[in-house]
């Protein structure tokens, strides 16, 4: 990554673009792209909020669904324990392309995750995007080390953010068709999805699915964070976390440039007083219980969507917004752990049934291995009496044997006994 683009090793993400006559000049040199990316909008985004009531629900293979993002260049042996213990089956990992020296490293990484499936995140800097012949060059290198060891490939991400390395749709629409003609000439089997757009910024999502550029994506990848809005379920200008999802949805469905596959690359909240590890600023940080509470709920309401094929927890090792502080050469496990373990434990191998919604009190009904499970949480303080067919455990796994439970932001799991 050459100047001025420098990457934050503490984040995990690049600094931000401090050369503004550079920004600039490239923000004028994408002026038409940028125009068309708000004619598109404007055209596709009233009539996909139309359709939203119309898309059918699919069936979602719950083993699929449940990722986690790892780093295989931070702490690797713990990683591989960690991953051992909480028994996920779909990883996602980033490799840098100012990095490929370290292709070698990643693929003997891989070995110890021949169980599992793996989604490739291609992360690109200034000098691909601009040198497309450098870009294919790359990945053909990258697809013919790992061809054999990948199952979803992610071309680019943040595509919306100049300090990741786009000015322009334009430019990100030209990356991934460098890869889907490679994919064309010499790969035809690899699965390649995009286009990475993070945050409620769907006028850039709009471009991507609907140009005249001649590419098809396998699937729809998106970082769809919600954390600036606090809980999963507040709103962003009238969208909660779930209308979010089902708009995403419908523009995947009418897009003629993809399959109907939606991938959640990206998701998390900023944990507080780990600056300067946390990616954002510490007003949009929240305690540690909070966070394990608001990405259970997350993944929950996603789950119910029954849109999301994949949705990663971005991701195991990381101070700021992870599952592990690994600071001071001490590993810490923050409650988010335990509880990510717990909501793999009881919901995969499940048949998703319904969400019901009063008020604010949220049940989340499942098949379970022929029983019903359901999942309770409500935002106002609640109680549910405990019958003698429940079985009842805690957000983190704890078994509860109260009569009266108090529901509040921390799902608990109730089994209905037959």
Partial sequence: MKKPYMWDNYSDQPY??????????????????????????LLVLPFSLIMMPFIKNRKIDTNSFFCLGIDYQREPKKTIEFVKELEVEHI????????????????????NFKDKKIILKIMQDRENVEDLNLFKKN?????????DQINIYEIGTTI?????GFFSVGEYNAFFKTAYDLKKEKYPSLTLIGSGVIDFEYHFTAHTLFNLCKYKYDGVSALLYVDRRG???????????????????????????????????????????????????????????????????????ALASQQVDTMSWHQLIAPGYGLVDNRKNNMKIYPAFETYKTMLKHLKD???????????????????RDR???????????ELKREEYFEVYSRDGIKIEDKIIKIGSSPIYVYVNN
């Fill in 231 to 301: 809980a999963p379920e507040n709103m962003q200008i009238g969208f909660s976390a779930s209308d979010k999802i089902a708009l995403l949805a419908s523009m995947t469905w009418l897009s003629p440039k993809t399959k109907q596959k939606l991938h959640l690359t990206e998701v998390n909240w900023p944990i507080s007083d780990t600056a300067p590890f946390a990616p954002t600023s510490e007003k949009e940080c929240v305690d540690t219980q909070s966070y394990a509470d608001f990405m259970l709920r997350y993944y929950l309401l």
């Fill in 139 to 147: 990945l053909d290198i990258i697809f013919s080390t790992l061809n």
């Fill in 92 to 111: 996602l990992i980033r490799l840098k392309l100012w990095e490929m020296s370290s292709l070698n490293e990643l693929k003997k990484f891989l070995n």
């Fill in 372 to 382: 019903l499970l359901q999942v309770h949480w409500s935002l106002e303080t609640a």
């Fill in 350 to 368: 499940t048949q998703f049934l319904r969400l019901d919604i009063n008020k604010k009190y949220y049940i989340f009904q499942a098949l379970s």
């Fill in 160 to 164: 919306n953010r100049a300090k990741w």
């Fill in 16 to 41: 931000p673009i401090k050369d503004k006559n550079y920004k600039k000049k490239m923000r004028q040199k994408s002026l038409i792209s940028i125009l068309k990316t708000i004619t598109i909008a």
